[in-house]
Structure formats: C-alpha cells, structure tokens
C-alpha cells in the first residue's frame, strides 16, 4: 500500500494558501460582490446583474467607462509600438557581442524598473514642469526650445507623455528577457548561417528572431496584463486618481479607484468598484485568451 | 474666505491700486504683463480644484447674487446653463492671457511658490493660505488682499466663505452632557479669539467680534462688512460628481478647450443625470 505522498502536500502548500489568500479568494470576491449592492450606511444586499447594467446603460458612467478602456487601449498600442521594438533592437545590440562595457548597460536600463512609482512620477513630473523644470533648458541646448510646451497639462499630449515615461522605466525588462532569449542561441547555428555567406541583418530577421517568437508572445502578454492593470503612475503623475485633464489619462485603473474609493463629491462604492474590477479582469481575460487561441498554440519552441 | 493675494511692493512700483470692478481688474493684469517683471496671477490649471473652488466659486457669486443663484440651483429654478453662471465662466476665459507660460501644467503648489517667491504678482486664492505666505515670505515684500472685483461699480459685492469644519455630537454618544459642554465652549468669544488668531486665515463662524492680530487676516476679515456672504455654490447638491464635473468646466474654461457654453452644458448634464 502506497503512503500518501505527504511531502506532496508540505511542499505545494505555502505557494497555494499564499496565492489563494491572496489572488484567489479576493478575485472570486470581488466578482461575487460585484452582484451585490450597497445602501448608505453600507449594507449590501443581493441585487443580480443591475451594476453592469448600470455601468453600460448611465449616461455618464457608460460614457466614464467607454473612455477609461479606450484611454487604456491607446495606452497599450502606445507601449506595443514604442517600448517592445526598441526593447528588441537594444538587447539585439547588446547580443551581438561586439560592445564593450555591455553588464554597464545592461544594468543602466534596467535600473529605472526598480524605482519606485511615485519617484518616477514626481521627479518626471517636475523635470516637465513649465516652471521650474530642466526640460526646457535641456531642449533650448540643442535649440528645440519653440518645441516645449505643458505637456502633461493638455489633453492632446498629456497621454503620450505618461506612456514615454512608463516606456522609459520599463523598458529593461522586455530588453532583459529577449536578451536572455537572444544569447540562449547556440553559437553553431550562427556561425553556420556566416559561413553560408548571411549578412548579419539578414541572420537576425531570418534566424534569431524566429527563434525567439515565444519570448516575443511572453513580452507581448506581459505588457498587455501591466498596461490594462496601469494605475500607479497615473495617480503618482496627477497627485490623485483624477484622470487628468479631460481624462485623457484616465484608464480603467484609475476609473476604477474612483468608483471605489469616491472622488470629490463622488460617494465610493465597494460594489460598484468591485463591478468595475470585474470588468477589467473580463477584459484582460478576453485579450489573453485570444492571444493563447491565435498566436500562442502556433508557436514553435525549440529545445536547445 | 476666497479672494485675491497681491505683492503690494509690485503694485507700488507699477503705481497700480487695488481694483474694485472688473475693468480695472484686467487694467491691473494687462500693465502686469506689459511691465514684464512679474506674472500677472499666479494661476494653474494642472490640479483643476483651484479652477473651481478658489476662482469660479469665489468669483461667480457677484454673477448669481450668492445664496439667491445657489439656492435656485437646489430648488431647481435655476440651471448651470443660465445666463449668470455661463457669464461668470465668461470672465474666467478672459484671464487666459495674463497666466503664466506653460500654465496647464502649473500645480497649486508651484502657484503657492511663484507667488512666495515674489515672481508672479497675484494670487487668486483662500485666507488659509495667509499663514504659509507669512512663513514662505518671510516679510521680504509686503502683501495684501482684496476681495473679487464686482462687475459695475456700486453693485453688492459677494464673497464665498470655505466651510470647512464642523462638530456635533453623535445621537448615540455616551458622554453627551460633557460633550455638550465642549460645545458650548467652541461656541463661546474665548474658542473664537483662539481659533481666528491661532489658526491664522481660519475664521471662527460665531458672532462674537475679534480682535485679529494678522494684519492680512484682519484685512479678509474686513470684507464681511463690506459684502454679502455665500457659501461655494456647488455645496448642497446632491447630484453624484458635481464636485468633479465643476472642476473639470472650470479648468477646461481657463484653458480655453471648453466655451462658457459648453461649460454650463457639461456641469448641468450631471445636475440633470440624478
């Protein structure tokens, strides 16, 4: 008779209650209070599908959600076009192997993604700063002075700009992890593809890169998940959860602290919130589930 | 209570006297900006909040004679998209010109520093501000107040207290007769005179008179013989997100990405939305 595999138990237990305690629970909460609803003095009581029919019937908060997930898209399509690419091209420079001091760089990329959000934000915030910044002064020295403008102040640019800084602090780790893809390729099949007379450009787009298609997929759902769950630079960048001028800024994350927490004369509610919160989870649920349909099953991976 | 701060060695040196009506207000702005030396106000739209509590709010009552314009908008006689709440927006957009550069990303609290610093001449703003001005300026120039300027000289002129705080005693306290006591003293001449004259720019809403020490304070203080009182125009109502609602107009306003118009519009949407 075989003895119950205890050790199985012990060993898978800590990671489980603490995933379960808290990701988990408070996720099958959060979608379970979102059928409920609250009066004033905060009692809830079961209400069925009526906060999402409120969220996609009200005027107002039809119209506040439209535009914190449309704000959030934009957000993404920014970061996809901006931070993945050039990701890419960084860590394909620094594994080519021909540059001198490449553990400097590597490490001065990286750095950013391990400061803090609201350093990050304030210290950005004030360098853009009409009044007192360095920005101008920076871009007066090579004569773009004409071009600075309060950008984090108009609803036309504030966007672009928080999504150039969350680029910037970012960015070291699509570029770490598809460095790491990068150097896990054997030298041999490189040094096959030279002596069969390939161009380096020509190696990389026909031999590296495809081999690094699921490091790419990784990169690509990674910064989907972040982005839709963005919150904290905005609200570091703004002092508060406002969404910015016009709510231009304004993205699921934030929208959903507002409802939650209330704002200004807006009172809070925790089912409301939770209602949003599920939304969000669906909506970041749809994208990866249809990234894992169409793109993950088709990739190859190759065992090295 | 909302108002106006100004660096009175500017004004000197620019022979420019406190205005009373509006035109002399933007007089007063314009030779600001032609002298070069200071901004005219120290005004910013980057945190909104100013945009309404401090300027339309503070401003807008000599538009919608105070608590006459306020209580119509509860009773629903009256609407944002009246002539008397567009036209006081009206008055904001006129301001446009004579903020600093860059002024939509301008934060309350570089508003708060140009003005300490002696680099932008007015500041639109409320009396709890007297006491950081004192310590930030450090009495290395002289400043003043003076309350918004009305529309025709000889009109009533309004001015917008900030309630801020308030005590009661909670119906199932189980102390309510020392509590009640506590009351009474924060009622009394003696909590008035410790509250005005210790918590500089805060004003004791009692009757009882007294003596400030602050001259700016004392100035504010002044105002209430002179003009009505009112209250921020959004405070009673109900409707959920009129706070924000009136933040963004204003802001939107000053910035010039929104009309008047489209103010009253928005603001009245979510008046008319609960």
Redesign the interface.
Known sequence: MNKFPWHLVVFLAPAFIIYGVFSALPLADTLRLSIFTEDSFGVRSFLGWGNYEFVFQ???MSQAFWNALWVNCKFFFINMIIQNPIALLLAALLATGRIRGVAFYRTAIFLPTLLSVVIVGFVWKLM?????GVGETLMAMVGLEDY????????ESSLITVSLISVWQYIGLPMILIYAALIGIPDELLDAAYVDGSKPLRTFFAIQLPLIYPTLGLVTILTFVGNFNAFDLMYSV??GA?GG???SVDVLGTFFYRTFFG?????GSTTMGATVASLMFLVICVGVGLYFYFVQRRLLRHQF | MHGFFYNKDAFKSLNLSVPKTEAEFIKVLAALAADGEYTPLAL??????ESYEVVYAGMGPNYWQGEAGRKGLIDGSKKFTDAEFVDAWSYLAKWKPYM????????YS?SQT?FSLGRSAIYPGGSWEIAGFNKAIEGEFEYGAFYPPVKKSGDTCYISDHVDIGMGINKNAKNPKDAAIFLEWIGSAEFADLYTNKVTGFFSLSNHSVNINDPVAAEVMAWRSDCESTVRV?SE?KA?????AL??AS??VL?G?TTPKEAGAEVQ??MG?N
């Not at chain 1, 309060?150 to 609803?155: R, T």
């Not at chain 2, 959920?240 to 924000?244: A, F, Q």
């Open positions: 009200d005027a107002l853009l700063s009409p009044v007192w600075f403008g309060p950008w984090l102040g108009m609803p703004y002092s406002g001028p016009e709510q704002f200004a004369s807006q009172i | 910013g739209t980057n945190d909104q909040w600093g550069k860059g002024y939509q990303a301008q934060t570089d140009l959004h109502i959920d997100g009129i706070l924000s933040y963004s802001a939107e910035n990405t949407a979510v939305a």
